[in-house]
């Protein structure tokens, strides 16, 4: 990838398939529930190393955790020093998972697989670098994820992508949802601003949690493989500002432990079926992952996108019926429902340039109709 000679602002994808609840009267988090608790869902086990029982993927462990807060860099586990190249940018992956949850750590743990095997493959078939890691576990937590997000380190070449799977809601004032975590919740909204102020090429922040309802199945890659073209269009040749969530307001996020959350496998889906396009975009991805989800309620979730990206080169053109074997052209291989207390409970309604709703209890509860 050539380099570019002005600045960038990276592209800000910000994914969140999460539960965008209203505020609840009791301040509980059994009304921020992401998924459905499931009923006899065990714990997720460890293994002694710190990592998550069967995950797999580029990472090294670099501390074990031992329900301690974690330490050095705070990731639970950071991904190995890829064969990338350096001068064409680096890859700066965080994944946030709360493993941990009894209710939803199975569901969770499955989005984290996904997002391991997306930007390893991302970094293979770009060549760019991958760095970073994962937090999940007794590392989940308010302050170690700031720490690590202000602590990045990024070039005006360079990739972010910032993804959380856990519980969510909606505090109001706002269409997008926040992190519901120790020490706090965290608007997802923050962590886009702080990191887009860092100055990358392309930004991608994505969440998989409460602001509405979701369900998901399982990313593999080699189901529907795609072009090495099209990954480098998609991500070394396009700059802006992606804000995504997978729910409006009022609503749930559902996902459950076969296969995950319901907008991570739908804009997984999206994905792979622009990755083998004859002309991708993040415009056609965004749509196919914005459609409305039914989950485990009668009403279905309905995600919301705002799309400010840019193009900054073209997608190479290669005659594929006449050298069907350049890399360009082949193909790589690749529930229990919760209280409804706080969500809506009737069809929205606009009043004084807001969407509002009313609750289970009958509280109205308003948001802003601008996707800031």
Known sequence: MSKLNFWVVISCVLFLSACNLLPSSKGSSSSVTKEPPHPQTPTTTFRTDGGVSGDSGPFINIFSTGGKKASGRNFTRQFSAGSGRRDGGTLHAI???DTNDDSIGKSVKIDLGNMEKLVSEISQHTGIL?????ISGNDVNKSQILSVVEGLSVGPEDIVIYYYSGHG????????PA???????LPLK???EK????GPRLLIVMADTCNGFSNRRTFNASRAGGKKANYEYLFLKHKGVITASSSEPGEYSWGNEQIGGLFTDALLNSLNQELVASNPSWKAIMKGATKPLQGGSSKPQHPQVKLDVTPIGAL???DCNRTPTHPDCVPIPGAVRPSLSGTCQGPSYSKRGQKCCKTGQGR????SLNLD
């Open 316 to 318: 190479p053109t290669v």
């Open 195 to 198: 990191l887009k102020a860092k």
């Open 169 to 176: 809601h909606n505090p109001g004032g706002t269409a997008w």
């Open 364 to 367: 109205e509860h308003c948001w």
């Open 190 to 192: 923050t962590v886009r």
């Open 179 to 185: 992190m519901v975590l120790e020490g706090g919740s």
């Open 95 to 97: 994944l946030v998972a």
């Open 130 to 134: 991958l760095t970073g890691g994962s």
